[in-house]
Nanobody, 115 residues
Framework: QVYLVESGGGLAQPGGSLRLGCTASGINFSIHTMNWWRQAPGKERELVAS???????NYVDSVKGRFTISRNNARSTVFLQLNGLKPDDTATYYC?????????WGKGTLVTVSS
C-alpha cells in the first residue's frame, strides 16, 4: 500500500516562509516524479510543483521564484519551500505520486497566509 504523509503547514504572515514535507512509503521513491498540488476554498485543485527522478523541476507561474521543490531519496521525502508567501497561497497542500497508472494522495496540510 502507498502512503503519503504531509507535514509543515501552518500560519504564516505575508512575506513569510514555510517548509512542507511529504514522506512516502510503499513505493520505490527514487524513480517516481513527485508532485505538490494545492486547493484553495471554492477553487479547483492546481498543480504547484513537480520534481522528477533526475531532479528536474517545474512550477506553476504564480509560484516561480518563490517556491522550491526538492527531494531526499534516502529519506523518501519531497519538500516544498514556500518563501514570499502571499494571501493567495492560502490552501490545503497535497503531495501526489502516480504509480502504475494510479494516483495516490496524502491527506494534505493547511497553509494559511494572513496578517
Amino acid at each position: 500500500q502507498v502512503y503519503l504523509v504531509e507535514s509543515g503547514g501552518g500560519l504564516a504572515q505575508p512575506g513569510g516562509s514555510l517548509r512542507l514535507g511529504c514522506t512516502a512509503s510503499g513505493i520505490n521513491f527514487s524513480i517516481h516524479t513527485m508532485n505538490w498540488w494545492r486547493q484553495a476554498p471554492g477553487k479547483e485543485r492546481e498543480l504547484v510543483a513537480s520534481i522528477n527522478s533526475g531532479g528536474s523541476t517545474n512550477y506553476v507561474d504564480s509560484v516561480k521564484g518563490r517556491f522550491t521543490i526538492s527531494r531526499n531519496n534516502a529519506r523518501s521525502t519531497v519538500f516544498l519551500q514556500l518563501n514570499g508567501l502571499k494571501p493567495d497561497d492560502t490552501a490545503t497542500y497535497y503531495c501526489n505520486v502516480k504509480r502504475q497508472g494510479l494516483n495516490y494522495w496524502g491527506k494534505g496540510t493547511l497553509v494559511t497566509v494572513s496578517s
